[in-house]
Protein backbone atom coordinates (compact mmCIF):
# COMPACT_ATOMS: atom_id res chain seq x y z
CA UNK A 1 0.00 0.00 0.00
CA UNK A 2 1.02 3.36 -0.73
CA UNK A 3 2.16 5.97 2.38
CA UNK A 4 -0.53 7.76 3.38
CA UNK A 5 0.69 11.12 1.39
CA UNK A 6 -2.36 12.97 0.71
CA UNK A 7 -2.57 14.79 -2.32
CA UNK A 8 0.23 14.72 -4.88
CA UNK A 9 1.58 16.03 -7.68
CA UNK A 10 4.33 13.84 -9.68
CA UNK A 11 6.96 16.75 -11.75
CA UNK A 12 7.58 15.64 -15.68
CA UNK A 13 9.36 17.26 -18.49
CA UNK A 14 7.84 20.64 -19.72
CA UNK A 15 8.00 19.05 -23.25
CA UNK A 16 5.17 16.72 -22.28
CA UNK A 17 2.49 20.12 -22.24
CA UNK A 18 2.83 21.13 -25.50
CA UNK A 19 1.91 17.78 -27.08
CA UNK A 20 -2.05 17.10 -27.71
CA UNK A 21 -3.25 13.79 -25.67
CA UNK A 22 0.11 13.42 -23.78
CA UNK A 23 -0.69 16.48 -22.24
CA UNK A 24 -4.57 15.52 -20.92
CA UNK A 25 -2.76 11.86 -20.51
CA UNK A 26 0.12 13.96 -18.12
CA UNK A 27 -2.49 16.31 -16.33
CA UNK A 28 -5.01 13.12 -15.70
CA UNK A 29 -1.98 11.11 -13.28
CA UNK A 30 -1.06 14.40 -11.24
CA UNK A 31 1.72 15.57 -13.63
CA UNK A 32 2.79 19.27 -13.26
CA UNK A 33 5.81 21.16 -14.86
CA UNK A 34 9.06 20.12 -13.49
CA UNK A 35 10.38 23.97 -13.25
CA UNK A 36 10.88 25.11 -9.89
CA UNK A 37 8.24 27.90 -9.79
CA UNK A 38 5.61 25.16 -10.29
CA UNK A 39 7.04 22.40 -8.02
CA UNK A 40 6.82 25.31 -4.84
CA UNK A 41 3.70 27.21 -5.85
CA UNK A 42 2.28 23.09 -5.48
CA UNK A 43 4.00 22.22 -2.47
CA UNK A 44 2.67 25.77 -0.94
CA UNK A 45 -0.79 24.41 -1.74
CA UNK A 46 -0.17 21.43 0.83
CA UNK A 47 0.94 18.91 -1.95
CA UNK A 48 3.25 16.24 -1.46
CA UNK A 49 6.09 16.06 -4.77
CA UNK A 50 6.86 13.01 -6.77
CA UNK A 51 9.93 13.81 -8.89
CA UNK A 52 12.77 11.79 -9.93
CA UNK A 53 15.99 13.39 -9.76
CA UNK A 54 17.94 11.89 -12.56
CA UNK A 55 14.89 13.00 -14.90
CA UNK A 56 16.05 12.99 -18.82
CA UNK A 57 19.92 12.08 -18.17
CA UNK A 58 18.53 9.15 -17.06
CA UNK A 59 16.12 8.15 -19.42
CA UNK A 60 18.53 8.16 -21.94
CA UNK A 61 21.18 6.63 -20.24
CA UNK A 62 19.46 3.27 -18.80
CA UNK A 63 20.79 0.52 -20.04
CA UNK A 64 18.79 -2.54 -19.21
CA UNK A 65 20.04 -4.88 -16.26
CA UNK A 66 21.79 -1.94 -14.96
CA UNK A 67 20.89 -0.17 -11.80
CA UNK A 68 21.89 3.32 -11.95
CA UNK A 69 20.57 6.13 -10.08
CA UNK A 70 21.59 9.48 -11.54
CA UNK A 71 21.15 11.70 -7.73
CA UNK A 72 24.67 13.16 -6.52
CA UNK A 73 24.88 15.96 -8.35
CA UNK A 74 20.67 16.48 -7.95
CA UNK A 75 20.48 18.77 -4.69
CA UNK A 76 17.48 20.87 -6.07
CA UNK A 77 14.45 18.98 -4.95
CA UNK A 78 16.70 18.70 -1.14
CA UNK A 79 16.61 22.00 -1.44
CA UNK A 80 12.99 22.93 -1.88
CA UNK A 81 12.44 20.54 1.27
CA UNK A 82 14.93 22.25 3.31
CA UNK A 83 13.29 25.00 2.18
CA UNK A 84 9.96 24.34 3.06
CA UNK A 85 10.27 22.00 6.03
CA UNK A 86 9.07 18.72 3.76
CA UNK A 87 10.54 15.03 4.95
CA UNK A 88 12.21 13.39 1.97
CA UNK A 89 11.08 10.13 0.98
CA UNK A 90 13.26 7.35 -0.72
CA UNK A 91 11.96 4.96 -3.04
CA UNK A 92 12.91 2.36 -4.80
CA UNK A 93 11.40 0.58 -7.89
CA UNK A 94 12.64 -3.22 -8.65
CA UNK A 95 12.05 -4.42 -12.13
CA UNK A 96 12.28 -0.68 -13.37
CA UNK A 97 15.70 -1.48 -15.00
CA UNK A 98 13.51 -4.62 -16.84
CA UNK A 99 10.85 -3.16 -18.22
CA UNK A 100 12.14 -2.02 -21.73
CA UNK A 101 15.06 -3.43 -24.19
CA UNK A 102 17.31 -0.42 -24.58
CA UNK A 103 19.90 0.88 -27.01
CA UNK A 104 23.16 2.80 -26.68
CA UNK A 105 22.92 4.10 -30.62
CA UNK A 106 23.70 7.35 -30.86
CA UNK A 107 23.84 7.78 -27.40
CA UNK A 108 26.85 10.76 -27.60
CA UNK A 109 24.59 12.96 -29.66
CA UNK A 110 21.19 11.77 -27.67
CA UNK A 111 22.64 13.08 -24.45
CA UNK A 112 24.11 16.39 -25.80
CA UNK A 113 20.67 17.15 -27.07
CA UNK A 114 19.21 16.90 -23.35
CA UNK A 115 22.35 18.89 -22.39
CA UNK A 116 21.72 21.28 -24.78
CA UNK A 117 18.61 21.38 -25.54
CA UNK A 118 16.47 19.35 -23.28
CA UNK A 119 15.32 16.90 -25.50
CA UNK A 120 14.79 13.82 -24.43
CA UNK A 121 15.24 10.60 -27.02
CA UNK A 122 15.51 7.47 -25.50
CA UNK A 123 15.83 4.32 -27.64
CA UNK A 124 13.72 1.38 -26.28
CA UNK A 125 11.79 -1.50 -27.18
CA UNK A 126 9.10 -3.30 -24.49
CA UNK A 127 6.53 -5.72 -25.23
CA UNK A 128 5.94 -6.01 -29.30
CA UNK A 129 5.96 -2.42 -28.90
CA UNK A 130 8.29 0.95 -27.69
CA UNK A 131 5.23 1.46 -25.64
CA UNK A 132 4.16 -1.83 -23.72
CA UNK A 133 6.14 -2.61 -21.12
CA UNK A 134 7.65 -5.99 -21.11
CA UNK A 135 5.93 -8.24 -18.72
CA UNK A 136 8.48 -7.58 -15.69
CA UNK A 137 7.03 -7.28 -12.67
CA UNK A 138 7.67 -4.51 -10.42
CA UNK A 139 8.25 -3.71 -6.76
CA UNK A 140 7.80 -0.13 -5.55
CA UNK A 141 9.35 -0.04 -2.08
CA UNK A 142 9.05 2.65 0.32
CA UNK A 143 12.12 3.92 3.13
CA UNK A 144 12.13 5.65 6.01
CA UNK A 145 10.29 8.97 5.72
CA UNK A 146 13.85 11.69 6.52
CA UNK A 147 12.80 14.62 8.47
CA UNK A 148 15.02 17.80 7.50
CA UNK A 149 16.43 20.59 9.91
CA UNK A 150 14.03 22.75 11.32
CA UNK A 151 14.37 26.32 9.36
CA UNK A 152 15.12 28.17 13.05
CA UNK A 153 18.04 26.02 12.73
CA UNK A 154 19.85 26.83 9.80
CA UNK A 155 18.06 30.34 9.40
CA UNK A 156 20.20 31.24 13.01
CA UNK A 157 22.92 29.82 11.03
CA UNK A 158 22.64 32.23 8.09
CA UNK A 159 21.74 35.00 10.38
CA UNK A 160 25.53 34.87 11.26
CA UNK A 161 27.45 34.02 7.53
CA UNK A 162 28.68 36.98 5.74
CA UNK A 163 26.89 37.88 2.64
CA UNK A 164 23.47 36.37 3.64
CA UNK A 165 21.60 37.90 1.36
CA UNK A 166 23.23 36.13 -1.81
CA UNK A 167 21.70 32.41 -3.03
CA UNK A 168 21.89 29.60 -0.82
CA UNK A 169 23.07 31.85 2.36
CA UNK A 170 19.46 32.59 3.37
CA UNK A 171 18.48 35.04 0.34
CA UNK A 172 14.84 36.33 0.61
CA UNK A 173 13.04 35.03 -2.65
CA UNK A 174 11.26 37.97 -4.31
CA UNK A 175 8.22 35.30 -4.14
CA UNK A 176 6.99 34.01 -1.20
CA UNK A 177 9.80 35.72 1.30
CA UNK A 178 11.04 32.31 2.32
CA UNK A 179 14.76 32.23 2.44
CA UNK A 180 17.06 30.04 0.93
CA UNK A 181 18.74 27.10 2.89
CA UNK A 182 22.65 27.15 2.78
CA UNK A 183 24.90 24.88 0.64
CA UNK A 184 25.89 23.39 3.52
CA UNK A 185 23.10 22.12 4.94
CA UNK A 186 21.45 21.00 1.82
CA UNK A 187 24.79 18.97 1.12
CA UNK A 188 24.63 17.57 4.33
CA UNK A 189 20.56 16.31 3.82
CA UNK A 190 21.79 15.26 0.18
CA UNK A 191 24.30 13.19 1.65
CA UNK A 192 21.96 11.84 3.65
CA UNK A 193 19.42 10.92 1.43
CA UNK A 194 21.91 9.15 -1.09
CA UNK A 195 22.94 6.88 1.60
CA UNK A 196 19.35 6.24 2.56
CA UNK A 197 18.81 5.02 -0.95
CA UNK A 198 21.56 3.10 -0.65
CA UNK A 199 20.36 1.10 2.18
CA UNK A 200 17.15 0.96 1.22
CA UNK A 201 18.11 -0.86 -2.32
CA UNK A 202 20.75 -3.19 -0.67
CA UNK A 203 17.93 -4.33 2.04
CA UNK A 204 15.19 -5.48 -0.80
CA UNK A 205 17.59 -6.48 -3.33
CA UNK A 206 17.20 -9.64 -1.97
CA UNK A 207 13.85 -10.14 -2.10
CA UNK A 208 13.27 -9.61 -5.02
CA UNK A 209 15.44 -11.91 -7.17
CA UNK A 210 18.11 -9.17 -7.53
CA UNK A 211 20.46 -9.88 -4.98
CA UNK A 212 23.33 -9.81 -7.33
CA UNK A 213 22.97 -6.67 -8.27
CA UNK A 214 24.79 -3.31 -7.37
CA UNK A 215 23.25 0.09 -7.18
CA UNK A 216 25.55 2.89 -8.71
CA UNK A 217 24.87 6.49 -7.90
CA UNK A 218 26.19 9.10 -10.34
Not at 40 to 63: D, M
Not at 68 to 94: C, D, E, I, W
Not at 149 to 178: C, F, L
Request: glycine letters at 10%; a positive charge; proline letters at 6%.
Amino acid sequence: ALPAIGTWRVLAARVLFLIPVLREVAMWTHCVDAGRRTAEYNIKRGHSIVVIPGGETEQVATQRGVEHVYVKHRKGFVRLAVKYGMPLVPVYVFGCSEAYYTSDFLYGFRRWLVQKLRVCIPLMWGHYSPMLVRPVVQHIVFGESMEVPKRETWEKQTQNEEGGDAKGKGAKSSQDEVPEPPQAVVDAVHAEYMKQLQRLFDGNKGRFGYGDRQLVLS
